[in-house]
């Protein structure tokens, strides 16, 4: 396994970068995230968050229970802003907005969007043409539900491409990447990015511009 990239190291915590593919925990006799982390770095560790096995990008990993608590907080609180990238047709019943809508168990491990609002799942996006049919997405969700990005965008007739189990076109990856975040921990602010490294249409000159041209989102004028 190549090693894993660590984005910045504080003294409470870490930001790493998990590959697409790579389970967040061990499954059967593969290695997970974590415990290659781990293996990495020689010490113990507390994942604040976690990405889905076809998601790469940012992850924040504490060095402490206490440094782990308090982040685990800001989460809570919905203090962290975390922005994402994604690839999808351009069947897309809008090209950009906020998307509402509690959440349910659907079959095979998949969820579904409600139209009820009793704790519903959040998110505000944009979309750009990149050609031959696709559409690049940048994501801001306000909540942190299950599956949350997946579901919006297969609720919006356009499922991420490669992402299979809501019927997403076959290719060499899921086109979902955790891209930025930004928060404020003992009364410092940090912001940190990473555009994707993997994956033939996030390689594209067209894609790599409009990263480009999105290397601020925090400072956007997100949809209402």
């Not at 059967?28 to 994942?47: A, K």
């Not at 998601?55 to 504490?62: D, K, M």
């Not at 009820?116 to 050609?131: K, M, R, V, Y």
């Amino acid at each position: 396994m190549t090693k894993l990239s660590i984005i910045h190291e504080h003294q409470d915590w870490w930001l790493c970068h998990k590959p697409a593919g790579l389970g967040f925990h061990d499954e059967d006799d593969e290695l997970g995230f974590i415990s290659l982390l781990r293996n990495q770095l020689g010490c113990d560790m507390w994942p604040v968050h976690r990405l889905d096995k076809l998601t790469s990008g940012l992850i924040l990993v504490a060095k402490s229970k206490l440094s782990c608590s308090r982040l685990c907080q800001l989460f809570s609180d919905r203090e962290v802003e975390k922005y994402y990238l994604a690839i999808a047709p351009s069947s897309m019943k809008k090209k950009q907005g906020k998307v509402s809508g509690d959440m349910a168990k659907s079959r095979r491990g998949s969820y579904k969007l409600l139209k009820s609002l009793e704790n519903p799942a959040i998110t505000q996006f944009f979309s750009i043409s990149i050609g031959e049919g696709l559409r690049l997405c940048l994501l801001k969700p306000k909540t942190g539900k299950t599956h949350q990005l997946r579901v919006v965008l297969k609720s919006l007739g356009a499922a991420i491409i490669g992402d299979e189990l809501y019927g997403g076109i076959q290719n060499d990856r899921m086109y979902l990447h955790a891209y930025a975040i930004r928060f404020t921990y003992e009364q410092t602010a940090y912001e940190f990015l990473t555009p994707p490294d993997d994956g033939t249409l996030f390689a594209s000159p067209t894609v790599t511009q409009q990263v480009l041209e999105w290397s601020q989102p925090w400072d956007l004028n997100w949809p209402a």
